[in-house]
């Protein structure tokens, strides 16, 4: 890594673990609290998770402590890295920013830090898009401009079965007036600066995924695009809306299927489902 720029992120980015290990990327976990115990969110079974969920148990999440942060940094730096650019979850919804900037202050090296405004593969996708860029012996400058450029042009767009979880963590946004629709109606969310927006809202699990794939479809137009079809534990709807995506958009220059990081998932709930569409 001598006299590279070092990729950080966090596990919010929800990048499949071979992707990361191949662009070097270090992912810093956040935490999650389940009843009375706090651990790394990638030491957490998804399955136990979401049985915890539906019973209505305590669950939490945190950002990273500050020192785990600063032991990527430490780490990159000794690798004969010369820079770092560290890339994460919007500060409106998790303070995880807060405590890379506080790490970046105790390190040796510049540290970047960037507030995405998103999470979730549009986040994964910017990530990527910095490693490559790294990769290529870019300065710190323009990796953090490869960066902004997916920040800026990607969308997010989610599908739940029910605001509730997003309710119960505080995460609910401006899609809080949704919250007490009929069971049938199905709500259809984005990500608009910085925190959870209403997108729309459609009768049927059926239709509202249907409605996803054409808003997925409008938002790609003719553009190459990278697309990532993420789900919080797999029911096979994943895999429906990326064949259904294939088909329909020429365009694609790569289709990713993720799970979507526990902390996500403890967010979103059991079936949620997200769509994000990213222009290369």
């Known amino acids: 890594m001598s006299n590279q720029v070092a990729i950080v992120t966090d596990s919010t980015a929800s990048l499949p673990e071979q992707l990361a290990q191949q662009w070097g990327i270090k992912v810093v976990q956040l935490q999650l609290l389940v009843d009375e115990e706090t651990n790394d969110e990638n030491r957490y079974d998804r399955h136990e998770l979401a ?3 539906r019973a209505g148990r ?6 990273p402590d500050p020192g785990a942060f600063f032991w990527a940094y430490q780490e990159a730096a000794s690798a004969g890295a010369s820079a ?8 409106r919804m998790s303070a995880t920013v807060h405590a890379a900037r506080q790490a970046a202050q105790q390190v040796r090296i510049p540290v970047h830090i960037m507030d995405s405004q998103t999470t979730g593969m549009s986040l994964g996708f910017a990530v990527l898009s910095a490693a490559r860029a790294a990769g290529a012996g870019a300065q710190a400058d323009r990796v953090l401009e490869a960066a902004a450029h997916r920040f800026r042009h990607s969308t997010e767009l989610l599908y739940v079965d029910t605001l509730e979880y997003l309710r119960r963590g505080g995460r609910i946004g401006a899609a809080a007036h949704l919250i007490g629709n009929a069971f049938s109606i199905k709500p259809l969310l984005t990500v608009r600066d910085g925190e959870v927006a209403p997108l ?23 553009r190459q695009v990278e697309l990532a079809v993420s789900h919080f534990l797999q029911n096979g709807r994943e895999r ?36 994000t569409v990213s222009p290369v």
Do not use: K, M, W
């Not at 305590?58 to 950002?63: I, L, S």
């Open 84 to 91: 770092v650019v560290s890339l994460h979850i919007s500060e």
């Open 58 to 63: 305590r669950v939490a999440t945190f950002p």
């Open 240 to 275: 429906q809306v990326a064949e259904q995506l294939r088909h329909r958009l020429p365009n694609v220059r790569d289709l990713v299927i993720a799970e979507v990081s526990t902390v996500v998932g403890a967010h979103v709930g059991p079936g949620a489902l997200s769509v």
């Open 51 to 53: 049985t915890a969920l």
């Open 200 to 222: 729309s809202r459609v009768a049927g699990a059926t239709r509202a995924l249907s409605r996803l794939i054409e808003l997925s479809v409008a938002r790609a137009g003719s």
